[in-house]
């Protein structure tokens, strides 16, 4: 059992008068005030903070200790015993004192990573006085270069006090908008301001654009959608610097559904012998050229650098082989989810 976390729950009893038993899941940290541990796995995992088990008779609780992710139990499941969890929790956060030895920035990254609990997000809030509005986040995939370079192009673009720039990782930098004003820029708007200035500047970059969510206890939801905007974009191999998350509703709505469904549901939709079509690189470059052109036969030829006999033949042969007019959008739609579905099934 590990030593430090074994004292601070010491401390607790004797200012409560409770148990405490807690562990991570790996068991790389335990600790408990019984003599004989208790460690009793919830009936429910999907909670958030506090978890009343009638079951075990037991209220759980997250906490985070050396940053890792902890579980926490008392016996009992009443609402007094709840109410005694979330002081337990907040005695926790206060014994803990490391994140008051993190930057301003290091904390805010923990944040948008998902490294931080709902207390220690409150708190991180009431330190700072962050407003509860709307933000956004902008991942900026750096190809060419170095993240600390895009960092410092970047900061031009810091628009009041609780804006803020955050280095994720190696290669990437994220902007954490918040919406304080009502001349706030949209996130797909402000992502292509930044993108066509960053290009110019010689920066090759990509941009992952989140949705707004209500505030800075949901950044990491923003922080998910942006990189995973990021993550389809190369899977599908977008041409675009921008890639919104709402772009890929469609595809992530699928990526969710078990594969023996999505099996199901191609078997459905693609006609016997229409696979060739999807595998051939150029007529799916073809198709979804024309798909981006709003079926635009003199737009997709001159993007293509091709003749519009080509592409009219090409478009011809798609119908015949997979039974698709994709000049028609009811068919251009069952195209493209055939496409995503024979991707999602690699």
């Not at 920035?105 to 609990?117: A, F, P, R, S």
């Not at 290009?199 to 990189?227: D, H, P, W």
Request: hydrophobic letters at 40%.
């Amino acid at each position: 059992m590990d030593s430090e976390l074994t004292g601070i729950l010491k401390q607790i009893k004797l200012k409560t008068g409770i148990d405490v038993d807690a562990y991570a899941e790996t068991m790389k940290f335990s600790a408990t005030t019984r003599e004989e541990p208790d460690w009793v796995l919830p009936s429910e995992r999907d909670f958030t903070e506090v978890y009343s088990d009638i079951k075990n008779d037991k209220t759980f609780f997250y906490f985070r200790f050396r940053n890792a992710n902890l579980i926490g139990s008392i016996s009992g499941s009443g609402e007094t015993e709840k109410n005694y969890a979330y002081l337990i929790m907040s005695l926790l956060e206060g014994s803990s004192s490391g994140d008051d030895n993190l930057s301003h920035g290091e904390q805010l990254k923990g944040i948008l990573l998902g490294d931080y609990t709902k207390q220690q997000i409150q708190k991180f809030i009431r330190k700072y006085s962050v407003p509860t509005v709307k933000c956004y986040t902008l991942v900026v995939s750096v190809l060419e270069g170095s993240a600390e370079k895009a960092f410092e192009f970047m900061t031009r673009y810091l628009s009041n006090e609780f804006d803020a720039l955050v280095i994720t990782d190696d290669m990437a930098c994220t902007f954490l908008k918040f919406m304080v004003g009502e001349t706030e820029a949209d996130p797909e708007t402000l992502a292509k301001t930044i993108a066509d200035e960053m290009t110019a500047a010689g920066l090759k970059i990509r941009i992952g654009v989140s949705g707004t969510v209500n505030g800075l206890m949901e950044a990491n939801n923003a922080f998910v959608q942006s990189t995973t905007a990021l993550r389809l974009a190369a899977v599908y191999s977008s041409k675009q610097t921008v890639d919104t998350y709402k772009d890929y509703i469609l595809v992530k709505m699928l990526e969710d559904i078990p594969k023996f469904k999505l099996s199901e549901y191609l078997s459905v939709l693609q006609k016997e012998g229409a696979k060739a079509v999807f595998n051939d690189a150029d007529m799916l470059l073809t198709a979804e050229a024309f798909l981006n052109n709003d079926l635009n036969v003199s737009l997709t030829s001159r993007e293509l650098y091709m003749h519009r006999n080509t592409l009219i033949y090409r478009i011809d042969k798609i119908k015949r082989e997979t039974g698709l007019n994709i000049q028609k959008f009811s068919d251009a739609v069952t195209f493209k989810l055939i496409s995503i579905l024979n991707k999602l099934l690699v």
